[in-house]
C-alpha cells in the first residue's frame, strides 16, 4: 500500500460538491451541502454527528442508492449516476459491500446460503460460492455455524454474517451503518477487530456511520456532519 514506486491508485470513493435537499411542500429542506470526500483504497473513514444530522443519507449517496441533489460521485473512477438503473446495481454488486445494522439476512436461508448469495448473483457456480462463502464464515468465527438460519444466531453473530456477506465479492469498499449499533461492548470490540483484520489483509476501504466514537477513533479518520458540513475531527 504504501510501495512509493506504485501507480497513484484511483480512489474508491470520491465526491464534490454533494448537496442533498428534500422538498416539503413549498419548503426545501437541505440536508447538507457541498460536501467533497476522497477515500482512499485500503482507507477507513467513520462519519459520526448527532441524530438526524444526515449520515445515512450521505451513506446513501455514497453508495449510490439514492441520487443527490447537486454534485458528483465517483466510485472507483466511475461516475456511477451516468450508469443505468440496472448498470448501476451490477456496478454496486461487483464493487461495493453494505452492511446495515438491521442486517438485512434472509430468514428463510442458512448463514452458509445467505453469505453465498451475492455469488450467485454475480454469476458464480454454486460449488465456487459454497467454498468462498465457507471459508469467508471461518474468517469471522463462525465455521460451526453455517447451517444456522438468522433466527438461530445472536446478534452479533448475524452481524458478522451480514459483515462476511458484504465481503464475498471482494468489494473495493464496504459501507456500514452502525455495524455495533445494537450490540454489546465485547461484541461490539470483536466487529472493530474484525474490520481492523480484513482492512489490513485485504486492503478493503471502510466508510462507516456509527455513535461508537471509541470505534471511530480506533479505526482512523473521523469526519462530523454538522449543520450540513462535513469536518475532520482532529
Ligand atoms: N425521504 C425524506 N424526506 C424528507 N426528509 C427526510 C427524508 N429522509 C430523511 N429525511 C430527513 O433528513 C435528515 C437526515 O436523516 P438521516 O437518516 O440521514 O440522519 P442520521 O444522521 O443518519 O440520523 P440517525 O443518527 O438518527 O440515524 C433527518 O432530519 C430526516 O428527517
Redesign the pocket.
Known amino acids: 500500500m504504501n510501495d512509493a514506486s506504485a501507480p497513484a491508485s484511483v480512489p474508491v470513493i470520491e465526491c464534490s460538491q454533494l448537496t442533498r435537499t428534500?422538498s416539503?411542500g413549498p419548503e426545501t429542506?437541505t440536508?447538507f451541502s457541498d460536501i467533497s470526500l476522497r477515500v482512499e483504497p485500503g482507507e477507513t473513514v467513520a462519519i459520526v454527528?448527532s441524530?438526524?444530522?444526515?449520515?445515512?443519507?450521505?451513506l446513501n449517496l455514497l453508495g449510490g442508492l439514492d441520487r443527490p441533489t447537486s454534485g458528483h460521485i465517483r466510485i472507483c473512477g466511475q461516475d456511477i449516476h451516468r450508469l443505468s438503473e440496472a448498470g448501476r446495481a451490477k456496478f454496486r454488486s461487483r464493487n461495493l459491500g453494505f452492511v446495515y445494522q438491521f442486517h438485512h439476512l434472509l430468514p428463510e436461508f442458512s448463514a452458509l446460503e445467505n453469505v453465498m448469495m451475492p455469488c450467485a448473483l454475480a454469476g458464480m457456480k454454486p460449488s465456487q460460492a459454497a467454498v468462498k462463502a465457507e471459508s469467508l464464515l471461518a474468517r469471522v468465527g463462525l465455521a460451526e455455524r453455517l447451517k444456522h438460519k438468522p433466527g438461530e444466531l445472536s446478534g452479533g453473530e448475524r452481524q458478522r454474517v451480514a459483515i462476511a456477506r458484504a465481503l464475498v465479492n471482494e468489494p473495493q469498499c464496504v459501507l456500514m451503518d452502525e455495524p455495533t449499533g445494537n450490540l454489546d461492548e465485547q461484541t461490539g470490540a470483536g466487529i472493530r477487530a474484525l474490520i481492523e483484520d480484513l482492512r489490513d489483509q485485504s486492503g478493503t476501504a471502510f466508510v462507516m456511520?456509527t455513535?461508537d466514537m471509541t470505534m471511530a477513533r480506533s479505526l482512523g479518520r473521523v469526519l462530523r456532519?454538522e449543520q450540513g458540513r462535513l469536518v475532520q475531527e482532529l
Open positions: 428534500y416539503e429542506l440536508i454527528g441524530s438526524g444530522a444526515g449520515k445515512t443519507t450521505l456511520v455513535h456532519l
